[in-house]
């Protein structure tokens, strides 16, 4: 999956913190999606931006979550007061268009 | 975007072709065909896509029957390496943002 670099790949919070989880987009890609995988589960969409908007957040919990892909710099999927059910896989994917998408290897969120 | 029907699991040996089904049944005109895999603990790796012709690249062969109803993904020598969970998404990249992930093809290829 070289090209979309996501960071951390892993990361611990506490129940009631802020977890922060980056996606660094495919070189000329411009349209970034987040997924989230529960475990032995298959992937779940969550919201879809181009620079600077969001297109299509359906999938997102309207509390907690939100998501941006600023001007310059990664998009970043932020997760307020994480709960034990935020715990899964989040994948970014990255494309061109109306080009396939390409996913980076994922943040693992675990919260005690 | 249409759904996808795709047996749980599936054994190749090591070597021969891994041959995948996917019935998609209800997919539209404009609706692509797609093919991911995930190796466990990895994101998502595209395969191939098409929309009604055969399709063959470095990785893999995509063969769409003359409806659309159904495809199989064609992996010529399977290896150990293409153990994989293989995912069949149809999509229509005009209007669908989102891929829909269904529960996929458990493919274990056997020494």
């Known amino acids: 999956n070289a090209g979309v670099m996501q960071n951390p790949r892993h990361l611990v919070r506490r129940r009631g913190q802020e977890a922060r989880l980056r996606c660094s987009p495919m070189k000329g890609h411009s349209h970034v999606y987040w997924y989230r995988q529960l475990p032995e589960e298959g992937l779940k969409f969550m919201v879809y931006l181009q620079k600077e908007n969001i297109i299509d957040e359906s999938g997102m919990p309207k509390e907690r979550f939100s998501a941006e892909f600023p001007k310059e710099g990664p998009s970043i999927l932020r997760i307020q007061q994480v709960v034990r059910g935020d715990s899964a896989a989040y994948f970014c994917a990255s494309s061109a268009a109306q080009g396939p998408q390409h996913f980076g290897d994922g943040t693992r969120l675990s919260i005690l | 975007d249409a759904k996808t029907t795709q047996p749980p699991s599936m054994d190749c040996a090591e070597g021969r072709a891994a041959n995948l089904p996917c019935n998609h049944s209800t997919i539209s005109g404009n609706e692509y065909v797609y093919w991911y895999r995930q190796i466990h603990s990895q994101g998502p790796q595209y395969i191939i896509h098409?929309?009604?012709n055969n399709e063959t690249n470095e990785m893999a062969s995509l063969i769409i029957t003359e409806d659309r109803k159904s495809s199989t993904l064609i992996l010529p020598h399977a290896t150990l390496r293409d153990t994989a969970v293989y995912y069949c998404i149809v999509r229509d990249p005009n209007t669908g943002n989102q891929f829909y992930f269904g529960t996929g093809t458990s493919l274990t290829v056997i020494p």
């Open positions: 098409g929309l009604k």
